[in-house]
C-alpha cells in the first residue's frame, strides 16, 4: 500500500470519526442548557428576555466545539495539504 | 466543491486580486452606505416620518437597547463599533436570498478582519475607560498566575469569534451545494430558510460576544453591589 493510498485512507476516516464523535459532546450539553433554561422560564417568567439571551449566547459558545470540528473534517476532505503534495507529485511524474 | 468564496476570481494583476468575497464585501459596503445616505437626507423629529426613518430607529434604538443590557452603561458610545459589526454580518448573511450570492462571511478572511476588530477594539475601550495601568492589571486578576491563562483566552475568544461565524456560514452554503446534487426539489429550500435563520443568530451572537468582551473590559472595579437586582415593586 503506498503513500497516497494511506493518506487517502487515514483522511477519509480520520474526517469522518471526527465529526460523528465531536458532535455528540455538544449536542448533550445543548441539550442539558435549553432543559435548564426552559425549567428557569417556568420559574421565573418576567426574566425571560435575560434568560432567552444567555441561553443563545451559551448555546452558541457550546455549538462553537461541534463547528471546529466539522472545520476539521471539511479540511481533511476538501483542502487537504497531504493529498495536494501527493496530488501534485503524482502530476509531476 | 469551492470551499469559500475567496477562491472565486475576478481580476487579477500580478499581486493584486479581486475575488468574490472582496468583491461583494464592496457591494454590501455601498448598498448599505448609500441606502442609509437616502434614508436620512429629510430627517423629522415630529411624530409624522418616512416608514424608512422608522425602520432604521427601530434598528438603531434595538441595537443599543441590547448593548445596555449586556451591562454597558453609555450604548452611544459602543453604538458606532458594535452596530457596524451586526449590520454588516447581518445583511451579508440575509442576503444569501439572492441567487448567484455568495456570503463573504462564508470565508475564513473576512471573519478574521472582523474578529480581529474586536480583538483591536476590546483593549482600546478597556484603556479609554479604565486608564493603562488599571486595565493591565485586570489581566493579573485573581492573581499573577493567571495571566498566561488570561492572555491565551483572550486569544482564544478572537479565534473563536471567526471560526464560529466562517463555520456556521460556509456549513450552511455547502449543505446547499450537496443537497442540490442529491434531492433537488423541495428540501433544499427548507435548507436555504434554516441557513437564513442561523445566519441571523450569528449575526446576533457575534455582537453580543463581542458587547459582552467589551463590558468584561470596562467593567473595572466597581463594587459588586452595582448589579441591576433592582425589584421594581
Redesign the interface.
Known amino acids: 500500500m503506498d503513500n497516497a493510498t494511506l493518506i487517502a485512507i487515514a483522511s477519509i476516516v480520520t474526517a469522518g470519526l471526527t465529526i460523528a464523535l465531536g458532535s455528540i459532546g455538544p449536542a448533550l450539553g445543548e441539550g442539558r442548557a435549553v432543559a435548564t433554561a426552559l425549567s428557569s422560564l417556568a420559574q421565573q417568567p418576567d426574566a425571560a428576555?435575560?434568560i432567552t439571551?444567555t441561553l443563545?449566547?451559551g448555546l452558541?459558545?457550546i455549538?462553537?466545539i461541534a463547528?471546529?470540528c466539522?472545520?476539521v473534517s471539511?479540511i481533511l476532505i476538501?483542502?487537504n495539504p497531504f493529498w495536494t503534495h501527493f496530488v501534485a507529485e503524482a502530476a509531476g511524474k | 466543491m469551492r470551499l469559500s468564496p475567496d477562491e472565486m476570481i475576478f481580476w487579477r494583476d500580478g499581486f493584486f486580486k479581486l475575488n468574490a468575497t472582496i468583491v461583494y464585501t464592496w457591494a454590501l459596503m455601498l448598498a448599505l452606505t448609500v441606502g442609509s445616505m437616502l434614508v436620512t437626507r429629510n430627517l423629522s423629529l415630529g411624530l409624522t416620518r418616512s416608514r424608512w426613518q422608522n425602520l432604521l430607529e427601530i434598528i438603531v434604538t434595538g441595537i443599543a437597547k441590547q448593548i445596555e443590557d449586556v451591562g454597558l452603561r453609555h450604548p452611544k458610545k459602543y453604538l458606532g463599533f458594535l452596530g457596524t459589526l451586526f449590520l454588516f454580518v447581518a445583511s451579508a448573511n440575509l442576503c444569501t436570498i439572492i441567487p448567484g450570492y455568495d456570503p463573504p462571511t462564508g470565508s475564513l478572511s473576512t471573519t478574521a478582519a472582523l474578529a480581529l476588530c474586536v480583538f483591536v477594539a476590546v483593549p482600546l475601550f478597556g484603556i479609554e475607560e479604565q486608564g493603562l495601568g488599571e486595565y493591565l492589571k485586570t489581566y493579573t486578576e485573581p492573581t499573577i498566575i493567571m495571566l498566561p491563562f488570561n492572555i491565551i483566552s483572550e486569544l482564544s475568544c478572537t479565534l473563536a469569534l471567526a471560526v464560529r461565524l466562517f463555520g456556521n456560514m460556509m456549513s450552511g452554503a455547502m449543505i446547499l451545494a450537496i443537497l442540490l446534487t442529491i434531492t433537488p426539489f423541495i428540501f433544499p429550500i427548507v435548507m436555504s430558510a434554516l441557513g437564513l435563520l442561523t445566519g441571523m443568530v450569528q449575526a446576533y451572537i457575534f455582537t453580543i460576544l463581542a458587547a459582552v468582551y467589551i463590558a468584561a473590559a470596562t467593567r473595572g472595579r466597581e463594587p459588586r453591589g452595582e448589579a441591576d437586582t433592582t425589584i421594581d415593586a
Open positions: 428576555t435575560t439571551r443563545f449566547v452558541a459558545m455549538e462553537s463547528i471546529y466539522f472545520v471539511m476538501f483542502a
